[in-house]
Every structure is written in structure tokens, then in C-alpha cells.
């Protein structure tokens, strides 16, 4: 197998066992590449108290026993560089790479502490997450059945069978058509009934497995050679190739898979790694030399449905069957997006050389190029109701990809507070790309926000997308009453000089004679001296840049108490992924284990 040379590996040292007991299983991540990064939250591990001195990284087979694979301090971390634009922030934690596709490992975290006691327990360290590594694409092999026929098998054990596809195109064009009526099956066929023998088509089959991987099957031509001129049918002037009836292929002459049971294609399975840059460096490791050595190695490529063609080729190579690893590099510049398959060929020092590959013969590596960022609209931002805990807001986006190579969960959702900061509405966990999701806003404070939304693809493009329009949830009307209205509360109406009440009526009265109508000023009585000065406020004390009034004299503030040093409590069972900071993604990303609770949380 082949290594792409710009593709960052890590090698993983084992160095402890521990016998772990097992809780509730952890939902399975698929995960494409054979690296993935677990950023770890700094500021809050540094905010715990007690603090720990270091953070243990472990992994374990499933049902197997964890080997610790780091133990770092804090500031020790690794740097996790977005690998797609290197001035985006950092992250810091710990990184892992396997060394074979589908292999599944399950993944913890534990706090080692100053008085070297551990939290958890080695004995009880239990799964945070469970990653499956899918690393190839489905290998979908097709052939003609007759002039009017194709059946084909797909070979993956993560197949997502929904994602079958049967397309078809005129020869010469360039754009593929979907051609399903009804789900298909991994191993099947379909026929043409009304396919004519001139007329010509190109048809394939296309299969995603959990991971996101489209594996596209071989091409094959139905019905006349590639190139000919589809002709017209006999009875209207619309060309029968238009696709816009399957085919032009009545409804009633059309059928689904029967259920093709024959499995003569050969089984392969080729890694694939996507890149964002169409300048390869391809390493390839010579596996067998002869006893005249190799003395030169030829590079073939093939591009999505073509053939084989040579692509470089290093000269002056003296390997022996003494040579330690003997590897060969050779340079390629993709002249576009898109999908490339590589075959190394080594040349003896005899001359002699394997065949060369045929158009059908599976590549020993594959590299998609894809060098576009993924589209991404915000299409709405709505309040639509009210939840348990606070407002539903419904989040509408569009995300598509010119390369169809979205992640399997490509969206990352977040909020703009009052507090200038970005919060993660979902959590961790990248999202699938559903156009739509509902957020319950528990924050009792937050009161208008912004949304910002990411679509990244597997080669590590992003692109970032915010509103412009703050959202308000605030929409109630403030309300208040009177309560009581106290006859003491004000100035009093100053007793009648002239005139006599009725008994038992208090104000009111005639207006007095001489004051021409208006009421005399009321006579306020003297204010006693004091002999004391009143004293001076005490001046404000500036600390730490902020204005702190200090306590009137003769009052002793009260000394703040020491909360006693509590140990954070176990890892919680992961029924959903915890919050993060960053959106997750191959290059800067991955999956985020937070910092352990407090014990006072479940």
C-alpha cells in the first residue's frame, strides 16, 4: 500500500494495559481518515480544583484492555493546526492514527493528580468515544449483461445501502443522471427493454459506505460502441437519450434488480485520502526485488474514467534484497479536481517488469483533489415556538459540494451572544447536512443572537456563513399593576385658616379669604443644628483596573469561605456528545473530549 507523502502521520506508542470495566456501549463513530485529532478543553481542565498535573490518552480494542498511548500536562499538549488555513486559532490536545482500514478503537481520557491518585481508576476506565477507521472506498465492479443489461456487485462491509446508484449519460457527455426507480441491492442488475441496438449509452454504479466514501463502479457501454450518435426514435423528433424517461424506456417494459447472484469480479479494497492541493507527492514501497535488484520504477495514473497512462518514473535506483525500506517518491500535478488512481511498476535490473495495467485493473492507491470549498446558504433563522426549557428556534441552511465529498456530518452550528462570543448550539458533534435543525434556547439571559453555520469536506475545506440580522427571543411586553397607594406617602394638604369642616371630613374645605385662591405655603419647621460634621464618602479604590467601593466604617466585611478540595466525579456516560468550542474537521478537529464534571453532576 502507498502513502501520499503531504499526509501527516503520528506513530502511537503503547506503554500501559489496564483491564477496563465496561459501561453502556458508545455509539460508533465512522471516521475517514487515519487520523483524527481530540481536542481537549484547556480553560476549563486548568479551572478545576484541585487542577490535575497531567491528562492520560488511552485506546483499547472494543471489549479489549486500554493502553495508554500519551500522558501529557496541560500546557504539554499537542498543537492541532488547521491544515486547510493556518491562521485560523489552534487547538490543543492529542492526536491518533491507525496503521490498517476498519479497525475499531475506543477511546478515554483520566486525570493523574498531585497526590497520584487517578480519576477515574485505571480499573474503571470506561469508553468516551468508539471510532471506526474507513480509510477505502466501496469497490464496485460492473459488466454488460447482453446488449441492454448491466449487473454489478459492491464489495464494503460499511456499505450504506441507500446510497446505490445507478446512473447513465450519452457518450461523449460529461454530466452523470441518476437513473434509480427503487432502492437497488449491493449485488443486482437492471435491463433496458426498449433499448435499441444503435443506440448507444454509458451507464455505472455508484455506492457511498458510513464513512462518506463513493466508490463509482468501471463504465460500461450498452447498446452500440462509445461515441456513436445516439439516433432518433421512430415515432416523435425527440432524441431517446434525454434521460427524461429513464431511457425513453416505458414504464411497463422497466424493472427493478433481480437479485444477480454470480460474483465473478475480483475483490479488491483501495485506500483513499483527500487532498486540497493538486501537487502529489506519491510514496510507494517496492514489496519484492529480484535477485538483479530494481533499478528503476515507473509511476502509472489514472484519472475517473480513463485509462492507465504513465505519469513519471525515477531512474537510477540501486535497491538490493539488502535494502532496508526501500521506498521510491515520485511527483504529480493533478491538471484538475477530481478523482486519481496510482500503480507503482518496478523495473529489474534485468528489465524485466510486471504488465502494464488495463483500464479495468483497480488502482494500489487512491487520492481525490479537491480543491473547492463546499457551498453554504443560511436560508432562515425563525423563532417557532416554545420548549421545556426555553424558545425553539428553527435553523434552515443549504450545503452542497462540487465534488460530493461532503463529511458524512459536515455542519457545524454556532451562536453569536451578547457576550461576543461564539457558543456551539449541538454540542461536538458535527451534524448531518438535514437542511434543517431546532434549538431549545435553555439560557434564561440570552435575549438575541447571531447564527454562524460551517460546511466542511473531507479534503478540509470549510466554508464559514453568518447572519447579518440579530434574532431577538425577547418578544414579551414588560407589565406591572399598582398595588397600594399609602395616604402618608407625600406631602400632606395644610389645615383651613378660615372656615369650618363638617365633623368627620378631613381636607377639603373652602378655599381661606386673603390668600386669593391659592393655598398658603405649608410652614416647615427648623432643622436642629448638628455639631458634627457629616463626613466625607470614602474615595473609591481602584483594583485591578475596575472601581471597588469600599464598606461604610465600623462594618467588617465578611471573610469569603474555602471551599473544601472535591475531585471531580467519573467519566458520564456518553448518551450525546458534549459541548465544544470549534467546529470538528480533519485538519483542525476531530472529536472533542471535555473535561471531566463536578462531582456534584451526574
Request: proline share 10%.
Amino acid at each position: 500500500m502507498r502513502r501520499i507523502a503531504a499526509i501527516p502521520i503520528l506513530t502511537c506508542f503503547a506503554a500501559l494495559a489496564a483491564g477496563p470495566v465496561r459501561a453502556a456501549e458508545p455509539t460508533t463513530e465512522y471516521w475517514p481518515l487515519a487520523k483524527i485529532h481530540f481536542p481537549m478543553k484547556v480553560a476549563a481542565i486548568n479551572a478545576l480544583n484541585p487542577k490535575p498535573t497531567h491528562v492520560l490518552f488511552y485506546s483499547a480494542p472494543v471489549d479489549g484492555k486500554f493502553e495508554l498511548i500519551s500522558r501529557l500536562k496541560p500546557e504539554d499538549f499537542e498543537k492541532i493546526v488547521d491544515v486547510n488555513d493556518a491562521s485560523l486559532p489552534p487547538k490543543y490536545g492529542f492526536s491518533y492514527t491507525v496503521d490498517r482500514d476498519r479497525v475499531v478503537k475506543d477511546f478515554a481520557v483520566q486525570y493523574e493528580y498531585a497526590d497520584k491518585t487517578f480519576n477515574p481508576p485505571t480499573n474503571r476506565l470506561t469508553p468516551q468515544y468508539r471510532v471506526k477507521f474507513v480509510t477505502t472506498i466501496p469497490y464496485v465492479r460492473a459488466k454488460a449483461v447482453g446488449a441492454s443489461g448491466v449487473s454489478w456487485t459492491i464489495d464494503d462491509e460499511d456499505l450504506d445501502p441507500k446510497t446505490i446508484r445507478l446512473e447513465g449519460r450519452t457518450p461523449g457527455k460529461t454530466n452523470w443522471q441518476v437513473l434509480n426507480i427503487a432502492d437497488l441491492r449491493e449485488k443486482d442488475s437492471y435491463t433496458w427493454r426498449g433499448l435499441q441496438p444503435d443506440e448507444a449509452m454509458e451507464v455505472r454504479v455508484t455506492a457511498k459506505n458510513k464513512a462518506g466514501h463513493k466508490g463509482p463502479s468501471n463504465v460500461v457501454v450498452l447498446g452500440g460502441k462509445a461515441g456513436d450518435e445516439p439516433k432518433l426514435p421512430r415515432d416523435d423528433k425527440k432524441p431517446r437519450l434525454g434521460f427524461d424517461d429513464d431511457f425513453g424506456t416505458p414504464k411497463k417494459d422497466r424493472r427493478t434488480g433481480t437479485g444477480f447472484g454470480g460474483d465473478d469480479f475480483p475483490s479488491s479494497k483501495t485506500r483513499i485520502e483527500y487532498v486540497n492541493t493538486n501537487k502529489l507527492k506519491v510514496s510507494s514501497k517496492i514489496t519484492h526485488i529480484t535477485r538483479s535488484g530494481v533499478k528503476a520504477a515507473q509511476l502509472f495514473v489514472q484519472s475517473e474514467g480513463g485509462d492507465w497512462k504513465p505519469a513519471g518514473m525515477q531512474e537510477n535506483l540501486a535497491f538490493t534484497s539488502d535494502t532496508k525500506d526501500p521506498t521510491v517518491e515520485i511527483g504529480y500535478e493533478a491538471p484538475r479536481d477530481g478523482l486519481y488512481g496510482f500503480i507503482i511498476q518496478p523495473i529489474s535490473g534485468a528489465g524485466t517488469k510486471s504488465d502494464d495495467p488495463r483500464t479495468n485493473d483497480p488502482a494500489q492507491f487512491l487520492v481525490f483533489v479537491d480543491t473547492a470549498a463546499p457551498e453554504l446558504a443560511i436560508k432562515g433563522v425563525r423563532v417557532s415556538g416554545s420548549g421545556l426549557d426555553g424558545p425553539l428556534i428553527e435553523i434552515e441552511w443549504n450545503a452542497t459540494d462540487k465534488s460530493d465529498n461532503l463529511l458524512a456530518e459536515p455542519i457545524t452550528l454556532e451562536y453569536l451572544g451578547t457576550d461576543g462570543k461564539y457558543h456551539p448550539i449541538h454540542g461536538s458533534k458535527m451534524i448531518a447536512n438535514s437542511g434543517k435543525y431546532t434549538w431549545e434556547i435553555a439560557d434564561k439571559t440570552l435575549w438575541k443572537f447571531k447564527i454562524r453555520a460551517t460546511a466542511t469536506d473531507k479534503a478540509g475545506n470549510s466554508t464559514l456563513k453568518e447572519t447579518a440580522d440579530w434574532t431577538l427571543v425577547d418578544l414579551e411586553k414588560p407589565s406591572g399593576t399598582v398595588e397600594k397607594v399609602d395616604k402618608n406617602g407625600g406631602p400632606s394638604i395644610p389645615k383651613q385658616v378660615l372656615g369650618e369642616r363638617p365633623a368627620g371630613v378631613e381636607g377639603g374645605g373652602v378655599t381661606p379669604i386673603g390668600t386669593g385662591g391659592r393655598l398658603p405655603a405649608p410652614t416647615l419647621p427648623p432643622k436642629p443644628e448638628s455639631k458634627e460634621k457629616d463626613p466625607a464618602p470614602p474615595k473609591a479604590i481602584k483594583t485591578s483596573g475596575e472601581i471597588e467601593a469600599p464598606a461604610p466604617p465600623g462594618v467588617e466585611l465578611p471573610k469569603l469561605q474555602t471551599p473544601p478540595e472535591t475531585k471531580p466525579e467519573l467519566l458520564p456516560k456518553l448518551a450525546s456528545m458534549p459541548p465544544a468550542t470549534e467546529p470538528a474537521k480533519p485538519g483542525n478537529g476531530g472529536l472533542e473530549i471535555p473535561p471531566l464534571p463536578p462531582i456534584d453532576k451526574k
